[in-house]
């Protein structure tokens, strides 16, 4: 069964549609944190980003600028929050890659992550992910 996003690609579930025509989509989230919350998806279908193609991740920093520059002309805001629920431990609910870009304007009151401690012994994980890159 295709996936909630890849059946609105497909045009068989409506929605507010941007732009898809390529590799990558773009239409309005259907409960929109902020006026102008789009949500940029991948035609193909992988629940994360990683999984995701080689030629599918190059074509994603064109279009994700694009999106951008599109929702700040839009809505007039200064900001926009890019935001991955990669997986559903971090809050992913629909399991189909997407990219939130939410418009942000100075003291709008909405979330912004929290900075962390500093002091914090960054080495062992460090030289974790030094191992894991290789
Ligand atoms: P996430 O929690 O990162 O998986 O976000 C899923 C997002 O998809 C939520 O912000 C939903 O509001 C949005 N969403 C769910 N169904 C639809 C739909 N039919 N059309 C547009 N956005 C949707």
Known sequence: MPSLFSRILAGTLPAA???????????????PVAPG?????PRYEAPLLADLPPDVLAALGPFLARAVRAVRAATGAPAVNILVNDGAAAGQAVPHVHLHVIPRTTGDGRWTPPHGQTGTDLAPTLAALRVAWR
């Open 17 to 31: 549609i941007v732009a898809n025509d390529g590799p990558w989509a773009a239409f309005l989230d259907i409960a």
């Open 37 to 41: 919350h789009l949500l940029v998806v």
